[in-house]
Every structure is written in C-alpha cells, then in structure tokens.
Nanobody, 123 residues
Framework: VQLQAYGGGLVQAGGSLRLSCAAS????????MGWFRQAPGKEREFVAG????????YYADSVKGRFTISRDNAKNTVTLQMNSLKPEDTADYYC?????????????????WGQGTQVTVSS
C-alpha cells in the first residue's frame, strides 16, 4: 500500500500549485483522505480533508477560500489545488488516508501516509 504525493515546487507569492496524491496497492475509494503540511521546526498541521465520495470537505481556516481538495475515485487520486499562495504556505505537504469513510483533522486518525512533497512560496 503506497501513497505518492507529487506536484510541489517553487512558486512566487500569489501563484498556484496543484498537488496530487496517487494510491497504489489498494483502492481508497471508500476511505476519507486528507492533506497535511509540516514546516521546518513546526508540528504537522491539517490542511484539508475529504470524505469517501467527495461529498464533504473541510479546510483549515488558514487555507479556506484559497485551497480546494477533490478526489477521483476511478483514478484512485486526491488533488489539492492551491491558489493565492503565501510565503507562510511553505512546507512539506503530505497526503494521508483513513480506514474510515469520513475526514478528520487529526493526524493520528490516518492510517496510511505518503512521503512529503515540498512547496516553497517566495515573497
């Protein structure tokens, strides 16, 4: 079981990036998924979550209105569209999957984690 996150990079403030998370080894079409991020010297924090069918989403206040999480269960992928990026969005971004169908903002509620993809926003 593997989650592969990709799409990170260097972008100027105000720019956009699209992160994707591809699952292999099993399907996650019945599982809640989430994106988290961790900046150097800081704890991992919740960014966005989505339930099993995409019908419910939730965002951290810091990204609400700028980021959009979505999923394509046919392709076993989850996407995080990030617009109006700010320097404070700089972090390693991780996708994660739960055993349950709903989303959660708590890292310990997630059972599967991908490696991080680095996002750097320059001012």
């Amino acid at each position: 079981v593997q989650l592969q996150a990709y799409g990170g990079g260097l972008v100027q403030a105000g720019g956009s990036l699209r992160l994707s998370c591809a699952a292999s080894g099993r399907t996650f079409s019945n599982n809640g998924m989430g994106w988290f991020r961790q900046a150097p010297g800081k704890e991992r924090e919740f960014v966005a979550g989505i339930n099993w069918n995409g019908g419910r989403t939730y965002y951290a206040d810091s990204v609400k209105g700028r980021f959009t999480i979505s999923r394509d269960n046919a392709k076993n992928t989850v996407t995080l569209q990030m617009n109006s990026l700010k320097p404070e969005d700089t972090a390693d971004y991780y996708c994660a999957a739960r055993s349950g169908t709903g989303w959660s903002h708590l890292p310990y509620d997630y059972d599967f984690w991908g490696q991080g993809t680095q996002v750097t926003v320059s001012s």
